[in-house]
């Protein structure tokens, strides 16, 4: 019984029509498992079967279960080999689509098939040279290409028109697995190009399209070729097909494009086919758009897709207008209508593209009309396209440090709207936009921390995971910038409200954090109340003299510290200058002291009994701040009781003002490539390797595990135990050596430590926040883009009714540079030796290659190294006078202007072209083509790189 299955079990085999009705009858996924673990032990025996028809049953069965089951059948590779070489049809063709389906590069039995498959194509029944061209197309390896080319090249001038086009379909992946196939196969390929049957030149173009794809310019001389197809095919999908690869070479060559515009344009006009109509609007798109009239005439047949109620054609006409956008931005402006209708379209596909010209039509005029309508359109869309409506938004406001925004109260009050609509998931993004904001442009600090503190104070932010990050940069600005609120008491409140448990600890941290830059203000404010006046007033002063701050406020001029709708305004504080009331201010903050003090010891009293019993928190970042927070507070309220300070320690008001000084260092955006600035200190030398690490590191010795164990070493555990019992040992004796061994280390190692005094040599070079030379210098860099924009939309820019703010931009900024230098890349393999074809001798002389084996290749052995490239694969007759000689293909090109000098006068070595050419010697039709420089040649014999008809 081992050797095979016995005849009764051949007799009641189950056939893989019994095998699939089995499967469905199961009921659960555990049964149809089982089942299909049975079958395959079945199939197992069974394959192994003498008998023919018993194995190829088997190997349908295996097929199919690995087809849609995933059922492995890996070790049935060499059982598909088996019946691939049957003389039965049916077994044959089980076989090889066995092969096709499960062999892969690794499968080790793959070579095996080679002879078979050689056999095959060369089989009189198209039918097997059909299935062999299939398998070899799907499971095609270096070595199978490279052994089977010559099969490959016979079967390019099949009489049987479906075993040509399977052919050539092959010849694009042999092309890609072994380049070398080009030169064998190239020119009968080019040479299907003039074949009668439309569907054999159609499978000839569609090769064509792929290649030129990936380096079009080694197809410019095959332009003849193409423009003939153009002009005389009325086959639509051969002409899509010739099209996109017009598309391609359009813009390597202005004369092809003048050449082809008018057959484009002629096709595009009498066409009814909505799929060659719309291939020619991409292709005049794509490389046509320098004609006038090409570009009407598509944007013509745009609106035309556009109106279709076919939700395909109008998907295809947005997509169109949005390729046409660039450069024609009035062409979007004149269907705005449809354009932002379609935002509304139940299609999804639809609404993106739609999405997509909308920002495109977005300028400093229409800006905020239009996010206007996209965030009602947002509140109403469903989550997705929601979060693409708010995305598009943040990302287009945002490009080129915000250059079309010009009220930033509006923006930013419109980042806050935005944090309120129910779907939104763009926290990061609206975060990082709050903090950027605050830092580039100082004008919109007041109107910031107003928006920041409405965002705190909203329950409804809280509980949303989405909505931390926002939370997290409200109460960063409003604790950054508490000078420009008009009340700090309600922003302290906001930070300390109940729900604030819901967050996040890191969340909670940066709430933290703010509540102690606020109370360190208001501290401040108590205790040095000229020079809080002072300096916001300075302030004020700066920001009006840049062109913030309006002259015409119409806040009160009071600036006593208890009224707290008025406190700490530096609005306020300007207009009191203004007014000479500064003194009358100060004269109120003397009056009030006692209600100030006591409005700071309700604060200091809300803050302790808020973040009191987060001192036993366990997320250390919490409880340190915590710790700090009250911490101050001892010292706020020792000063304000008069409590005596012990001698030797700083009073509480001025540990106030150093961190009050310090918090008042303004924050600015960092540049990228701000590292590289700092320049090397003198003396300091920076190792290309760590060869010297052993010397530094020797006292420090890690020990090696030799396996990975989750449980500690006891060699290990008992080192932590000895450390520790030093450690208990030396508590009550403090040394310092610790600091002996960082002294030693220090003047062992000096070269790797930076010198205290090299820092201060460090120039500080950050732009200003209000450098208008900076931003001028931006502006200059954006001016292109900035004409184009005022030109292309309508209406035409108006001028604002105030200066916009000024946006700090750093030099180098934020952009990444992009170095000018490009790499030389090595020619495509498939490229070059086309153009080795196409060219013959002038593409030998100007190739660039260096690979060894193409050297070789290109030089015969004991003559000239000038002499043209030759194969190791030689042609029959039939074929080297075909495309090479003038007379083979009736003289077609002689209209190309200068192609009959070209062939008449082309001499290699001193010799004529009309030599004769070498001959096959082998049976079995594997030709070897000699390809000599008179000889390799296919479209017009010699042709330019610039094909003669577009001179």
Known sequence: MAGGPSLMDSLFQRSLEDLIKGIRQQTGAAESTT???????????????????????????????????????????????????????????????????????STDVILLLTHQLRKDLSSANPHEVSLALQTLSSICTAD?????????????????????????????????????????CFKRL??????????????????????????????????????????????????????????????????????????????????????????????????????????KLAIEKIREFLMEDDPNLKYLGLQALAAIAPMFLGAVVENKEVVIKSLS????????????????????????????????????????????????????????????????DWYVS??????????????????NQLVDIGMRVRDVRPVLVRVGRELLIDPALLGNYFFHRILSAAAWVSGEYVEFSKNPFELMEALLQPRTNLLPPSIRAVYIHSTFKILTFCAYSYFFPDETISSLTSGVADSVKNGGFPESSDLASSVAYGELDEGFNPR???????????????????????????????????????????????????????KNVLGLIELIRQEIHGSLVPKGELKASEVVRVMYNAFSEELGPVSLSAQERVPLPDGLELKENLTDLEAICGDFRVPVLSSFSLEKPRSLEMDAITVSDHQHEEDHEPSN???????????????YYLPSEEREKVP?????????????KANDEEKDLVKLTEQSLVPKKKPTAKPRPVVVKLDDGDAIRIDQKKLELKDDQISGAVRDVLLGNEAVASSSRTDKSDKSSSRRSGKDTSMPLESNVDLTNEESSGLGNKNSRKNKHRSHGKEKSHRSSRKVGGESDQKDKPKSSHPHGRHKLRQKADGTVNVAAQSPVIPDFLL
């Open 35 to 105: 089942f299909i673990s049975k079958s395959v032990d079945e199939i197992r025996r069974e394959i192994k079967s003498t008998d023919p028809q018993t194995k190829t049953i088997a190997l349908q069965k295996l097929t199919y279960l690995h087809s849609l089951h995933a059922v492995d059948m890996s070790w049935a590779a060499f059982h598909s080999i088996e019946l691939s070489s049957s003389t039965v049809f049916h077994s044959k063709r089980a076989g090889y689509l066995a092969a096709s389906i499960s062999f892969n590069p």
């Open 144 to 184: 199978l290409a490279r052994d089977l080319t010559p099969e490959l090249f016979t079967l390019l001038n099949s009489n049987k028109s479906f075993v040509k086009k399977k052919a050539i379909a092959t010849v694009l992946r042999v092309f890609e697995l072994y380049p070398d196939a080009v030169r064998v």
């Open 190 to 295: 080019v040479e299907n190009l003039e074949n009668s049957d439309v569907n054999v030149v159609s499978s000839v173009v569609g090769v064509f399209c792929e290649l030129a794809c990936k380096d079009p310019r080694s197809y410019l001389p095959l332009a003849p070729e193409f423009y003939r197809i153009l002009v005389d095919s009325r086959n639509n999908w051969l002409l899509i097909k010739v099209l996109k690869i017009f598309a391609k070479l359009a813009p390597l060559e202005p004369r092809l494009g003048k050449r082809v515009v008018e057959p484009i344009c002629e096709h595009l006009r009498r066409t009814v086919a909505k799929s060659l109509a719309f291939e020619c609007v991409k292709t005049i798109v794509t490389g046509l758009m320098q004609y006038e009239s090409a570009v």
């Open 345 to 408: 379209d139940e299609d999804v596909n639809i609404k993106l593209e739609a999405l997509k010209l909308v920002m495109a039509m977005v300028s400093e005029d229409n800006v905020a009309e239009i996010c206007r309508v996209l965030i009602s359109y947002a509140l109403k869309s469903d989550p997705d396209f929601c979060n693409e409506i708010l995305g598009s938004i943040l990302s287009t406001c945002s490009r080129n440090y915000y250059e079309i925004i010009i009220d930033f």
């Open 414 to 431: 419109l980042l806050g709207e935005m944090a309120r609509v129910p779907h939104c998931q763009k926290g990061e993004e609206i975060e």
């Open 572 to 626: 306020m504080l300007h207009e009191s200058l203004k007014d000479d009331s500064v003194n009358k201010g100060k004269n109120k903050i003397t009056d009030l002291d006692h209600s100030a003090q006591d409005s700071l010891v309700g604060m200091v009293n809300i803050v302790e009994a808020t973040l009191g019993p987060l001192v036993g928190s366990h997320d250390v970042e919490i409880q340190d701040r915590v």
């Open 737 to 751: 050596e610790s600091t002996s061994l960082l002294i030693e280390h220090r003047k062992r190692h000096g070269l």
């Open 764 to 776: 500080n070079d950050y732009p200003p926040a209000n450098d208008i030379s900076v931003q001028n």
